[in-house]
């Protein structure tokens, strides 16, 4: 088994276990909530702030378990960056011209053209 194949499992098991502790934390605090007697002497913001760590915590819990998108963003299907195989290097690099080569008859042709524009004319009575 490759060792990506290997991080990738141990991360995903990393994940859906903080989506377990996020779901244990959510549903742990529904319980003060069943206390309807508490519930009917408090405020309509004590009543917020008791629902909304809930929520959040079941979201996040939801979101994890789930874990395609988090998991997909840490190992991409195509990496960004990839070796090429040892015959994807041999065609890459083609055996009758060189880059170096090719620079050097590049400025070769442009020292030429620039050679005929900088000379002077012959037939310039100033010259």
Known sequence: MKSRHLFKDIF??????LGLVF???GLSAVTPLLDFGA??????SDLVTAILPIVFNLAVAWWLLGGGM???RA???????????RD???????TTTSPALK???EMEAADKKLAALVEK???DPTA
């Open 121 to 123: 004319p012959k037939d």
């Open 12 to 17: 995903t098991l990393a994940v859906r276990l």
């Open 88 to 94: 994807q290097k041999e065609e890459a690099v083609p």
């Open 75 to 85: 190992y991409p299907e195509t990496p960004g960056i990839s070796t090429p195989s």
């Open 70 to 72: 988090l998991i997909r």
């Open 103 to 105: 620079r050097t008859t």
């Open 39 to 44: 519930m009917e002497t408090a405020a309509n």
């Open 23 to 25: 779901l244990y934390l």
